[in-house]
């Protein structure tokens, strides 16, 4: 089913979520009041939409929407009367931000979370609702586990990512035939991937400022480097951006570098270490100026950021992408290469590093662990954040 956008983003702009669910998604008439407590406030969340055993809740904030902190305990709350469901939030004028969390037997629960603003085309957030439509003929089989897997499909970053990948694959086509220098075939193809998987991780720490205190490093310079001289821009600036900046500690670089590339950091993972296909090639690899032109144009159609808490703007992306496509585009066989999902790591990480810190800090500082010390009020408050389910019954 596909959902007539214009009414969509019009029933947005006008918070009018009513309409929305019921009118233009199919859904059902569930309107009563969930009233909530945390920390001695009174919140009443209003029924919007019912379907199937999944509810809708709008929290009108009255101000600023609540932080993240609160919205996890309001959560909470919520999930104890109603398992599934989906919270929006709002300040009634600006501001929304549509909250899922998705449940899963043995795996932590991952909070996934779209902000919305009536400034915004809203494409991303229509997209998503457009998964949750239900047509009449539809009625007679939906289930409850059919429409979780609409609302997991809507919010879940995974969609997000595939998405983008899907995207990825022409770039990284495209982009190979500008390279010059690199035998056709698999080589040229891996040494693609490489530059793309630097390219998209300077495109993270660029917007964090951390380039020169630009955001837009790359685009600046290369529209600088085209003005000098045409198709230059790999040899003469990226790979010293690369290989004598990034690659090498500050104090080790020749001052030259330093004026070239201005205040950039080192970044000792290897990623900007000259790869095997540069020692072979290096002095033969061209790659023309257009092909950065479209690549950055492709990038520029998001928004990159290095905090993976999930609050999604349109066209909104973090590392998770990153190591999305590292794996896809890799030869695990040879190089017996994985990307480590979100949930893994945080499972590892709760049961492993979270422990360990916790029990490091017990016997150096055995008074914050007291009763209402503050390490014991950070668990008692929010105890998913810190500690899996297993673990908290240790």
Known sequence: MSIDQDRTQHYLRTFDFKTLFREELGWDNFAAPLPVTVEGTKYILQGIAEKRGVAVFLLHAGGDLPPYALRRKIER?????????????????????????????????????????????????????????????????????????????????????????????????????????????????????????????????????????????????????????????????????????LATPKPARPPAVTTLLGDVPYLNGGIFARHPIEQSYGQAIQIDDQAFNQLFAFFDQYQWHLDDRPLHNDNEINPDVLGYIFEKYINQKQMGAYYTKEDITEYIGKNTILPYLLEAAARTEPSFFKPGGPVWSLLAADPDRYLYAALAQG
Request: glycine share 6%.
């Open 77 to 245: 709350q919520v999930a104890q009367r109603h398992r599934e469901h989906l919270v929006v939030y709002s300040d009634g004028k600006t501001a929304q931000l549509w909250q899922w969390v998705r449940q899963e037997a043995g795996k932590p629960l991952a909070v996934r979370e779209h902000r919305y603003s009536v400034t915004h085309a809203g494409d991303s957030l229509i997209q998503k609702l457009d998964a949750l439509a239900v047509s009449l003929a539809e009625e007679e089989t939906l289930t409850l586990p059919g429409v979780l897997g609409r609302v997991r499909s809507a919010f879940d970053v995974e969609r997000v990512t595939k998405r983008f990948y899907d995207q990825f694959k022409r770039e990284h086509s495209a982009f190979r035939k500008f390279l010059k220098g690199v035998p056709a075939g698999d080589l040229a193809d891996w040494y693609v991937s490489v530059m793309l998987n630097r390219l998209m991780f300077v495109y993270f720490i660029q917007k964090k400022g951390f380039l020169a205190g630009n955001p837009d490093y790359l685009r600046s310079r290369l529209a600088a480097d085209e003005g000098r001289a045409p198709d230059r821009f790999y040899a003469d600036f990226l790979c010293p951006l690369f290989f004598e900046g």
